[in-house]
């Protein structure tokens, strides 16, 4: 893909994430992040939030809890003349140490990978930047 396109969040999962016992936060909290990564791809790509579809991949690799940081990133991949494909990864990059105090908590020296996915988002070519002189759309293989 010629132009490279990226999004990325940097946020603290706090105590109202915490969903399950020990303070262990859901999937659904990352997959939110994820989804909000998607919208910002397509709004800057094509001017419109578009709509995450689904995901060809998704994969929870490692628990997060309340009190950790997580960053996610979003890379754009392929673009289709409707639907747009995005690499998804979340990383912890602060962990919450419980075990030494309530407010205890560290900088990881290596990141961990929670969760990674590929997903698929669509945007209305009524609306997409590319047919009314914007931004090109790049052409691929496969049925869109």
Do not use: W
Not at 46 to 56: A, H, Q, V, W
Not at 87 to 106: H, N, Q
Request: proline residues 3%; aromatic residues 4%.
């Amino acid at each position: 893909m010629a132009d490279l396109v990226t999004a990325a969040l940097r946020v603290r999962m706090g105590q109202q994430d915490a969903h399950y016992g020990g303070n262990l936060v859901d999937g659904a909290r990352i997959l939110k992040l994820f989804g909000d990564l998607v919208t910002e791809i397509t709004i800057r790509t094509d001017g419109d939030e578009g709509l995450l579809t689904g995901y060809s991949s998704l994969e929870f690799l490692a628990p997060v809890y309340a009190g950790d940081f997580v960053e996610a990133t979003a890379k754009l991949v392929r673009r289709g003349r409707l639907r747009r494909t995005v690499e998804l990864e979340a990383r912890k990059v602060i962990r919450a140490r419980y075990d030494l105090g309530p407010t205890t908590a560290e900088e990881l020296d290596e990141s961990v990978v929670v969760c990674r996915g590929v997903g698929t988002t669509v945007v209305p070519v009524s609306l997409a930047r590319g047919r009314s002189g914007g931004l090109p759309l790049a052409t691929t293989t496969g049925a869109e």
